[in-house]
């Protein structure tokens, strides 16, 4: 999805309520995304449609339309659920700059294949550290 095909996109209590051209709507919420949750109210509306996704640039946030209309196919959603496990950590462990792995984590890239298949396999080693204590 790219911006030409977003019709409109408002603020609204609590996220930006999106509305494809096709009559699609999809909601944001601000809690969804650590920055956003983290920003003041002046700094979530100040963003704007780019090619792929939301943009704000005061907070260096970028979140794709595909991750906003479609969340379920994220490559990487599931271990969102698990607020305890440190992404910042896993990047590290694996040598990805944290940035990165917060754009595979909120949707605006997309790993590739194999480097999906390095994330999962640190994340299960994690797991099996976690049963070792």
């Given at each position: 999805?790219?911006?030409?095909?977003?019709?409109s996109?408002e603020?609204?209590?609590?996220?930006?309520?999106?509305?494809?051209?096709?009559?699609?709507?999809?909601?944001?919420?601000?809690?969804d995304s650590e920055?956003?949750r983290?920003?003041?109210?002046?700094?979530r509306?100040?963003?704007?449609l780019s090619?792929?996704?939301?943009r704000?640039d005061?907070?260096?946030?970028?979140?794709?339309?595909?991750?906003?209309?479609?969340?379920?196919a994220?490559p990487?959603?599931?271990?969102?659920k698990?607020?305890?496990?440190?992404?910042?950590e896993?990047?590290r462990?694996?040598?990805?700059?944290?940035?990165?792995?917060?754009?595979y984590?909120?949707g605006?890239?997309?790993?590739s294949?194999?480097?999906?298949?390095?994330?999962?396999?640190?994340?299960r080693?994690?797991?099996?550290?976690?049963?070792?204590?």
């Amino acid at each position: 999805m790219h911006k030409r095909d977003i019709e409109s996109a408002e603020l609204v209590r609590g996220g930006i309520l999106l509305t494809a051209k096709d009559g699609r709507t999809a909601l944001l919420r601000f809690r969804d995304s650590e920055r956003l949750r983290s920003a003041i109210a002046e700094q979530r509306a100040a963003f704007r449609l780019s090619f792929g996704g939301l943009r704000w640039d005061e907070i260096d946030e970028d979140l794709s339309y595909d991750s906003i209309f479609e969340p379920q196919a994220h490559p990487l959603r599931g271990s969102a659920k698990f607020k305890s496990l440190n992404m910042s950590e896993v990047a590290r462990r694996l040598g990805i700059q944290q940035s990165l792995m917060a754009a595979y984590m909120n949707g605006s890239k997309k790993p590739s294949a194999e480097r999906e298949k390095l994330i999962r396999e640190e994340i299960r080693k994690i797991g099996r550290e976690l049963l070792e204590i």
